[in-house]
């Protein structure tokens, strides 16, 4: 009997697919406000979003972030997020 390793799934907050934590950006609300956690153990309420520059796109769109958080997402962040995607986030 092969057993299979069980790969954790997170919804991504603009696309609402489910997907592995793998292939998602999370971001943390803290005291210090909202910040990219590449290493996903910063504590604070977090939430993921896909990798891909659609889902972003989506989520600007749409402010999902603000939902989110519950709060009022400054600009700059999208734009943190978005460097993110285009060079970090696709290696």
Do not use: W
């Not at 600007?60 to 989110?68: E, P, Q």
């Amino acid at each position: 009997m092969v057993y299979e390793k069980h790969i954790p799934l997170r919804m991504c907050v603009a696309t609402r697919e489910m997907l592995p934590k793998s292939q998602l950006i999370r971001l943390v609300k803290t005291q210090d406000g909202i910040k990219i956690d590449d290493a996903k153990k910063i504590s604070g309420r977090g939430v993921y979003i896909s990798k891909s520059t659609e889902a972003f796109q989506l989520a600007k769109k749409r402010k999902v972030l603000n939902r989110a958080f519950k709060c009022n997402i400054d600009d700059s962040i999208y734009e943190k997020l978005e460097e993110y995607v285009n060079g970090n986030g696709n290696r």
